[in-house]
Each structure stands twice: as C-alpha cells, then as structure tokens.
C-alpha cells in the first residue's frame, strides 16, 4: 500500500484575521513548508486548511449574513491571494484548493495573477463538484451504500475503535480494564468533554455508546465470564466493526474511478495514535497494528474485487476496480457457501472473464438477491470472491507483467444473525521459513485475527480476513523489536467471530 500525503496548511474548522502582519508570517511559513515538503513523490494535494469551506463560511451564512462579504473577502485574502502563490511558486504539477472539502473552483487560470475562481455555492444540480468527507455515528447506516457521498475525491472519513488490550495494559491498572471503566471513559475524546473537564461523563458515554451499538448491531455480542476476556472481545469487535465500514467505503469510492464522478482518490482518518483511547487510527500508540491497518492494506491493493449490495432494492453487484496505468484482463471466480462451508448450488456462473481500462473499475456480474437466494436461509449464506488479472505495474515496461490477485467476501445477513459455526482454527509456526500457518478445518472462518504478545513489536503479512473450511493460510510477518529469544510465537494467538459466541 503506497502512502498518499494530503497535506493541509495550519487552519482549520475557524476565521481567520487578514491584516499585513499576519498574512506576511503566513507566506514566509507557507513557503517554506511547501518548499520543503514538496519533493515528496507521494504528495497528492495541498488545501489551505481544513473544512473552512464546507463548515465555516457556510455556517457563516446562515448566522451572519450581513457579515459573509467582509469575512469571504478576508478568506480569499488568505487563502487565495497568500497561501496559491506560495504553492504554485514553489511547486510543478500540484492540485491545490483553499479548504479540503469544498466544492471545487470554477475555472482554474495560470495567466491570472489569481488563478482560482472559487464555486462556493454555485452548484448547477445533478452535477458533481469538489472533494467530500463523511463521519456518520448511526451505525445503522454503515453499510447503506446511499448513505456515502459522492465527490470528485474523499478527503476525510472515519469511525473509532478500541485499541488492544496489549495497549490498555501500559496505561490503565487491572481493575480499570473493561469498557466503560472511568479510566477508559475519561480517556475518550468522542465526544469532546469541554477544556480541562474530567467529570463531563454525559458526552464521553455517548462516543462509547456508538461503539457499543454498533458491535451489537453488526456482530455476535461478547458475554464471556472472565472479564479480561470479555473485554477484549468488545475491543476486537470495535476493531471489526471499525474495518468492516472503512473498507465498505473505500471500495465504494475507488469504484467510483469507473463511475461519472471519475472519483480518483480517497484518504481516511486517521493513521496513528497519538496516546492510548479509543479513536478513529489504524496503529496504536505503540506501533502494534490494528485491525483497520490490516484492513486498509488490503482494499487498496492495485487490484481489487468487491461486492455493493442495495439494501433498498436488494441488487448484488460485483465490480472489480484497478489502479494500474494500463488495461488488465483477467477472471473472476464467485463462490458460494453456508457457514458450515459446503458449496451452494447458487445459480450464477461460477466464473467470469475481465478486462479493466486503466485507473478504473469494470462491474462484472450484478442479480437480485431475493430471487437468486430463493430456497435457501440468508442468515446461513456467505459468498467468496476471487480475481486473478495480468497486468504491469505503472512506470515498468508494458511487457513486464505479473498476476494481481485479491479476494473478498459478502453475506446476505449481518453476522449478529448469521449461522456462525465453529471453525475449528488451528495455528502453527514453522521456525525455518519465519512464518504461521492458519487452517480452518471445521467451517468458514469470519474475520481471522492472530495477536502477538505484549513483549514483542511486529506486522504480520496479512490479518484480520476471512477463510474457507479447509484452507490453509501461510502467514509471514515482520519483527521489529523484542523476541530474541523466539519464545515470543508461543504467546500467538488465534480467533474468529466465533469466539464471540463462546462463554
């Protein structure tokens, strides 16, 4: 997974003064960063700041209407007259808009000593303008595909999550660590309890109850005796909660490649833990991953494969979307099981043939789910996707292909209902090749999670996914401190959505 930088100037979410003083300190600090961080051969984007468009100048017309001219000619002056020469003066070839999120400009002119019109809101309906970004807490909407915006790119989107136990262990005593401890209650931030406030237990419960809601609403509900355990659990199913709705949405957005949007890019909030509390990173605080890191990895390989169900009108599709710089041709195979893990005799081909244009998406198979399910219980269907492509990656010589493969999987039920079986997972280490081995031998495997002990730091090659019964899964992983001894893989440790069921 190559790393995107959007990178935004100092503002965000406020007003901003324009008087001399201030606006020379912001060009010399502006040319400066640019100049500095413009080399970088991942830097997508530059944005004056962050929401200004989208929250304040339109929370500004509707409050103070009278004062909107006066305060949209003091953004210009700093967001357009100030900060676009500094880009533009010290870089090549690079996007620039004066607030990430927003509708975009109306003509963009180098011959013009200010060479962006802003569109604000002059929108013609029906037309798609400017970058979005998207945090909804009703987690009833998670996988309502309507729900998602549509944009030109999505700048911005997320959803928090518990870290590990490994990581609550550093910080919070024994006795504090389940979920809604005060400890862990005063450590969340969603929903901000005010300044210095560590009593405003009303807004940090809300944050916790969104997760809560969520985990009952999509998954098996943990209810295990031992607390430690039980906690744990909770956190893993935050965890896969918060990857599940990331990677519906990145999908969703990368299919958009294919799409009038053109849409051509998508970044999530965030990367990393800045302390140890629930929030919206991939990696906590201490380097270990999480689930969504995993997940990530995964959704924005060159090639993907993916299902976008209508939960209005009940339409499966799957489309396949490539981010290589030429065509690629292919096929797709489509299975699909009950959780036991016998083959259904559903009736759609069992394969298709593919060709993706370049920096696109191509939908391959699309059915009613209603009529094509007709005989069997949806709470005990499930359906793997697979997509094996030849291909070059971008700036390689045409002729010097390889194969791009990916899988995914869809359910007709949210797992909460599903007929989860035990899948009999099995884990073992070879100490000659450095890698796991997972086998799934009694059913199909939801959302396979191995975890490493608190001692040691390091990535596995993959996590966090699903397998058929039977399967044998090779996992390899990267060791980045502590284990000397070795004696670290016999603390590795493997589980499912099944264990949820467990007492």
Not at 6 to 28: C, H, I, M, Q, T
Not at 83 to 106: D, K, W
Not at 425 to 439: M, Q
């Amino acid at each position: 997974m190559g790393l995107m930088l959007w990178s935004e100037f100092e503002f965000g979410d406020a007003l901003y003064p324009a008087n001399a003083e201030f606006l020379a300190n912001v060009r010399e600090e502006a040319n400066y960063q640019v100049r500095r961080v413009n080399h970088h051969p991942s830097l997508a984007f530059w944005a004056g700041g962050n929401e200004l468009e989208s929250l304040e100048l339109s929370t500004l017309a509707s409050v103070a209407p009278d004062q909107y001219d006066h305060y949209l000619a003091e953004f210009e002056a700093l967001f357009l007259d100030t900060l676009v020469p500094a880009v533009f003066s010290n870089s090549r070839s690079i996007s620039y808009t004066p607030s990430s999120t927003g509708n975009g400009y109306q003509t963009l002119d180098f011959s013009l000593p200010v060479p962006i019109i802003e569109r604000y809101n002059n929108k013609t309906p029906g037309e798609i303008y400017g970058d979005t970004d998207y945090y909804n807490y009703d987690s009833s909407l998670a996988f309502n595909l309507s729900a998602y915006p549509i944009g030109r790119f999505s700048n911005e989107f997320g959803y928090h999550s518990m870290p590990s136990i490994h990581s609550w262990r550093q910080v919070v005593p024994q006795s504090e660590l389940h979920f809604n401890s005060t400890t862990i209650l005063l450590r969340n931030r969603h929903y901000p309890p005010g300044g210095l406030n560590t009593t405003n237990f009303a807004n940090t419960t809300k944050g916790m109850g969104e997760m809560t809601i969520a985990a009952q609403r999509w998954y098996p509900t943990p209810n295990k005796h031992d607390p430690i355990a039980n906690f744990s659990s909770w956190i893993y199913t935050t965890q896969v909660f918060q990857t599940d709705f990331y990677r519906s949405q990145i999908q969703f957005y990368r299919r958009g490649s294919g799409l009038p949007e053109r849409q051509l890019g998508s970044l999530y909030w965030q990367l990393e833990d800045q302390w140890t509390a629930p929030t919206w990173a991939g990696i906590e605080y201490d380097g270990r991953w999480k689930m969504l890191h995993y997940g990530a990895k995964d959704i924005f390989a060159n090639i993907i494969v993916a299902p976008y169900y209508n939960v209005t009108t009940g339409e499966l599709q799957v489309w396949v979307t490539s981010d290589l710089w030429s065509p690629v041709r292919g096929t797709v195979n489509i299975t699909w099981f009950d959780y036991a893990g016998n083959r259904l005799d559903v009736s759609t081909p069992p394969s298709f043939e593919v060709e993706v244009g370049a920096i696109n998406s191509t939908r391959i198979s699309r059915c009613d789910v209603g009529e094509l399910l007709v005989g069997y219980d949806a709470e005990d269907v499930v359906m793997k996707m697979s997509v094996a492509v030849t291909g070059s990656l971008p700036n390689r010589p045409v002729n010097e292909t390889q194969v791009f493969r990916h899988e995914n999987w869809w359910h007709a039920a949210p797992l909460s209902r599903s007929a989860l079986r035990d899948p009999g997972l099995r884990l073992s280490h070879d100490n000659a090749t450095k890698t796991f081995t997972v086998e799934a031998r009694g059913a199909v495997a939801a959302w396979v999670w191995l975890d490493h002990p608190d001692d040691v730091g390091l990535s596995f090659e993959a996590n966090g996914f699903w397998m058929e019964r039977g399967e044998k899964r090779v996992v390899g992983y990267g060791l980045w401190s502590g284990g000397v001894d070795g004696r670290w893989v016999e603390g590795v440790e493997v589980r499912s959505m099944w264990d949820n069921t467990l007492p």
